[in-house]
């Protein structure tokens, strides 16, 4: 049991009704069978109104009149299922209706209801104009079909006309200026047509335009949005919360969101401080990898500032919380990271670049069109449908699904190698990648560190420090505790905070903690540390015999030798840049054969390196974990993150990957490569379609039977081309 | 074609009916979680609520 109560309300919330609601991520669901046992767990459990799991999300969404069940009986009926779940933090969660999604959606079924019905009718059109349809009927069809293509282009042109406007009003071009002017155009000379009887009018075009574009817009957003609820399910279950220490001494758990500067919390051995702040009490020492790279241990006292991200090794600290202006080295992440972002913002995008090409280039053919036609004497208003029937065939149907269908492929891909992409366009700047810079600690090794051997001690030595190990939340005693996979601790074992833990087994006494603790003379401490210069010592002491050394290290990940083999093999250019001391760095790069590498370095210097490689024309992709890392995430070219990463990390870098292995990193590289092949392929295609189709728009040919068949058509071969993808993968991905 | 009068308006009032019902099943949350409804209709024993809301 918990010695502090939980403050679930901020978790909780109410319905009008009285009932009580909570979302929650669950981890561990995998098939269908989860859902019903959790449904039917929580079903049965008093109380309980309603449980539904959603199995695309895999969150937890309950319901449960307070007073008959409580949050906590909730999450522990869960983990007596066999699946750990927390609680979402309502602040963190901004969005969990989707309502631009919806209106997406709403949109799509708009344009798709027009679209078929306005076809039924041009088709008749069509086939009536080649047989011989009374004038009258046509007129009466038109007039339907501006009925209905009127209103929906009004509703599902939206979300076009708002980013239009908005790109005209910063003054930029973007896709949806020529979208909506050819839209707009196309229905108003569809007006006139009919308003004068002609024999053909664009109605079924303009809506249709739509339709297709709308399909892509509505792709990109669930692209965006799976990958945002999945990160933000991994931020929940990290549990980010603070224990903070109420006036009267209580306790309460409550989340990060509610912390306000100036409260004091708790921060216990062996968890994570969560926020920045100064030491008000206590005396520990704190593990900084996370936040600059070092993987020594650093001790604070009173008045000493500490980090969020940053462990708290060895004993019980009460921290005030501060400002993040207050801390210098976070003042300098920030400012450096502000910076950053603002040097990024600069990228464009592929289909801006493109859409910034083709606007003026589709305008000025329309412009010069009129013009000839007027020229050759054929009347204003001819010319003008002339001129506006070369717009719509050149409207960007294509170009407008050709990106977005293969990003939607290719995160599709790499979310099942196991990268969550941030930003859509990121997988471009992958796939101009040329330089890979790893930060080491967390990234190229693993974020919990191991006992390099326990073979110095006989077998009930190491299961008796593996026993006295579990008394500790040390991460060093932790890590001996895994490696000897020790069950039961010795009783009455004590700790001394800062030292070490001791216990009396058959009257001889046990030490596990620092030399000095255990009475491990200096030049043993060197000796041992000559071998392994990353490692840190736990000694161990058996009564009297002498004191054993045991290094535990950071482990470099499993598969990383293999991936920077592979990585270098695909001729990519590989590099360390480490906060780390120089010599666990320079064992890391030896290992791995990477001859560039840097330690000691601070974010600042990290920038500045990173900047030399962009200004001799290299693109740099940048992989870390750490709060040091964070600004050099933001300004590298492209960056990605271990999921263990400090938060600040994982939300400045355009990529976050999963597990213990390194090979998602070369994955994410070669599936971005491959979309940026198609990328440009599509956009070759549609460039290709308008040089065939223009010229017969200019000559005045398109009738509206043809720019529905080149649109249509044009549409289906780009999504086809994306769709190749996860063709080419299926068969490669059982080799990876 | 006197029957066009009639043809047409019930071809639009079904096209109508049918985006009305995409709007309403839309608004009701049916699109929320695709991947777990397909293993829902092989559930027998519904949960004692209305599972649809």
């Known amino acids: 049991m918990t010695a502090y109560e939980r403050d679930w309300e901020a978790f909780v919330t109410l319905s009008p009704e009285g009932e009580a609601h909570m979302d929650l991520a669950v981890e561990g669901v995998t098939c269908a069978a989860c859902m019903v046992e959790i449904e039917r767990g929580l079903s049965a459990q008093p109380g309980i109104r309603k449980a539904r799991l959603n199995l695309t999300s895999h969150r937890l969404a309950v319901d449960w009149t307070p007073g008959e069940s409580t949050p906590d009986q909730v999450v522990e009926t869960l983990s007596r299922l066999g699946y750990r779940a927390h609680p979402f933090d309502p602040a963190q969660v901004r969005e969990r209706a989707d309502s631009a999604g919806r209106e997406l959606l709403r949109c799509l079924a708009v344009a798709g209801f027009a679209a078929m019905n306005i076809m039924l009718l041009s088709v008749s059109v069509w086939s009536g104009n080649a047989t011989g349809i009374e004038t009258e009927t046509r007129d009466f069809f038109h007039w339907l079909s501006a009925l209905i293509a009127l209103p929906a282009a009004v509703y599902a042109g939206r979300p076009f006309l708002r980013s239009a406007f908005a790109a005209v009003w910063a003054k930029r071009l973007n896709m949806d200026v020529p979208i909506v002017i050819g839209v707009t155009l196309a229905l108003f000379l569809s007006v006139t047509q009919t308003i004068q009887s002609a024999h053909h009018a664009y109605f079924e075009s303009a809506v249709m335009l739509l339709f297709f574009l709308l399909i892509g817009r509505y792709l990109d957003h669930t692209m965006r949005r799976r990958t945002r609820a999945f990160a933000e399910n991994i931020a929940a279950l990290k549990a980010e919360t603070a224990v903070t220490i109420l006036p009267d001494g209580r306790l309460r758990e409550v989340p990060l969101s509610k912390v306000e500067p100036g409260e004091h919390i708790l921060v216990r051995a062996g968890e994570r401080v969560s926020l920045d702040g100064t030491v008000l009490s206590g005396r520990s020492d704190i593990d900084q990898s996370l936040v600059t790279g070092e993987t020594a241990l650093a001790s604070v006292g009173v008045g000493d500032p500490v980090y969020a991200g940053t462990m708290n090794a060895s004993a019980n600290l009460t921290v005030a919380v501060t400002t993040a202006s207050g801390a210098t080295l976070l003042d300098e992440v920030t400012r450096l990271l502000e910076a950053a972002a603002q040097a990024k913002s600069r990228h464009v995008q592929l289909a801006d670049r493109a859409a910034a090409l083709y606007s003026p280039l589709v305008h000025l053919a329309a412009a010069l069109t009129f013009v000839g036609w007027w020229l050759s004497g054929a009347g204003w208003q001819p010319s003008l449908v002339v001129a506006i029937s070369v717009l719509i065939i050149t409207c960007p149907c294509a170009l407008g699904l050709a990106i977005p269908a293969v990003q939607v492929v290719t995160s599709g891909l790499m979310f099942r190698a196991g990268v969550l992409l941030h930003s859509g366009d990121a997988v471009e700047r992958l796939a101009e990648v040329d330089t890979i810079v790893f930060d080491k600690t967390g990234t190229l090794t693993l974020a919990v560190p191991e006992v390099v051997e326990t073979a110095v001690l006989d077998d009930s030595a190491r299961a008796l420090a593996g026993r006295l190990a579990l008394s500790s939340r040390h991460p060093l005693a932790a890590a001996l505790a895994r490696a000897t996979q020790a069950e039961v601790p010795l009783p009455d074992a004590r700790e001394m905070p800062g030292e070490g833990v001791c216990a009396e087994v058959e009257g001889r006494e046990l030490r596990l903690g620092s030399a000095t603790f255990c009475g491990l003379p200096e030049a043993q401490v060197q000796a041992a540390l000559a071998a392994r210069p990353g490692a840190s010592l736990l000694v161990f002491c058996d009564g009297a015999e002498t004191p054993v050394p045991l290094l535990v290290e950071q482990r470099v990940r499993e598969d990383a030798a293999e991936t920077a083999a592979a990585l270098r093999q695909a001729g990519y250019r590989l590099a360390i840049l480490s906060g780390d001391r120089t010599a666990p760095v320079a064992a890391v790069a030896q290992q791995l054969g990477i001859e560039d590498w840097q330690a000691e370095l601070r974010p600042a210097d990290k920038i500045a390196r990173l900047e030399q490689w962009a200004a001799t024309g290299a693109r740099v992709l940048m992989v870390g974990d750490g709060l040091n890392d964070a600004p050099a995430l933001a300004a590298a070219h492209v960056s990605m993150s271990p999921v263990t990463a400090v938060h600040v990390a994982q939300a400045a870098a355009d990529a976050v990957f999963l597990g213990d292995r390194l090979a998602p990193v070369f994955e994410a590289l070669r599936l971005s490569r491959r979309a940026r092949a198609a990328m440009a392929q599509n956009l070759w295609f549609s460039t290709l379609y308008n040089v065939v189709a223009v010229p017969f728009a200019v000559a005045g040919f398109v009738t509206p039977l043809i720019a529905a068949l080149a649109m249509s058509g044009s549409s289906v071969v780009v999504t086809l081309n994306a769709l190749r993808l996860r063709l080419a993968a299926g068969s490669s991905s059982e080799r990876v | ?53």
């Open chain 2, 1 to 53: 074609m006197d029957v066009l009068i009639f043809l047409i308006p019930v071809a639009l009032l079904l096209g109508l009916i049918g985006l009305a019902g995409f709007l309403w099943s839309l608004k009701s949350g049916q699109y929320e979680d695709l991947e777990g409804a397909k293993y829902r209709i092989l559930q027998d024993d519904d949960l004692p609520d209305d599972p649809a809301r």
